[in-house]
């Protein structure tokens, strides 16, 4: 009897884990390309109808980053994401990481696909892409959601020269895009309304190498960063978050709110029309 239970027990066992594998492919969507300006890029569609978000990743990441966090969103949304150029398993051209030229991607990508219009949500040093997009093509932009994305990278790297702490990537690719990321945002330009989450630590978060955090916190840079958004962004949200990480969008402790806090602010938008 103890053998049997055990081999009942093995079976059950063995088909909880294929269903929850069966589970977890479902939510990553199959990775399709679209040749954009003469590259091949990769792009996600995690399914839905209404009006399009369109997922941008941060650096050296791909879209499979929101594969837990698109899909909230697709009960009355349109959900893509899109790889940049330079980052697998988009191709990785010697050129094109200029701010103009990464925004002109998204938009023939848009083209391509048929999308008249859509709500850039982007994450990290998608956020320079995202402004410059919305400045050079107000009339395609729904709305923008900043995910730890509103900051003034050119400003930043001032910083991390002034302080001796600016350093090459050691990937020449990830550094193109870095150094095409050093532009001072055009929020006067942005005509959209736009949601910006900020990540603020109060102390180092890791203890041994706190580098990041005296450039960033401890010398007001980010302080700075809200003040300058909510001052010169038009339609401007911000949302600040002090116990969690770069990664918020998939932290249990805040991905709920995060979600809640989104959809709140495009609803917002659809009730505006």
């Known amino acids: 009897m103890t053998i ?38 990769h792009y996600l569609d995690w399914g839905g109808r209404g009006d399009v978000l369109l ?29 940049r150029r330079g980052a697998e398993p988009s191709e990785k051209p010697p050129t094109g990481y200029d701010q103009p030229t990464l925004a002109n991607d998204i938009r023939v990508l848009m083209d391509v696909k ?7 949500i982007g994450h990290s040093i998608a956020g320079a892409e995202m402004t410059t997009f919305a400045a ?54 942005v005509s959209a309304p ?9 102390t180092p978060p890791d203890p ?14 980010k302080r700075e960063q809200i003040d300058q958004f909510r001052k010169t962004v038009k339609h401007a949200r911000v949302i600040e978050w002090h116990d969690t ?7 249990p402790k805040h991905v709920d709110d995060t979600v809640r806090i989104v959809r709140d602010f495009l609803a917002h938008l659809a009730d505006g029309r």
């Open 4 to 41: 049997r239970r055990s081999a009942v027990a093995v079976a059950i066992a063995a088909s909880l884990a294929l269903v929850t594998a069966a589970l977890a492919q479902s939510a990553r969507p199959p990775d399709q390309f679209v040749t954009v300006n003469g590259i091949k890029l």
């Open 55 to 83: 997922f941008l990743s941060g650096l050296g990441d791909d879209v499979h980053r929101f594969d837990r966090f698109a899909p909230n969103f697709v009960d009355q949304y349109h959900a893509i994401g899109f790889t």
């Open 114 to 120: 048929g999308i008249r219009r859509a709500t850039l």
């Open 136 to 189: 050079s093509y107000p009339d395609r932009v729904t709305a923008l959601v900043y995910l730890d994305a509103a900051y003034d990278y050119g400003r930043s790297y001032e910083l991390a020269l002034a302080g001796g702490l600016a350093k090459l990537n050691p990937d020449p690719t990830l550094e193109a895009v870095s150094r095409g990321a050093r532009v001072h945002p055009n929020y006067a330009r």
């Open 194 to 202: 736009a949601l910006a989450f900020f990540v603020l630590y109060d």
């Open 208 to 221: 041994t190498n706190d580098l990041a955090f005296r450039l960033l916190d401890a010398s007001g840079y």
């Open 245 to 251: 990480n770069h990664m918020f969008f998939d932290d």
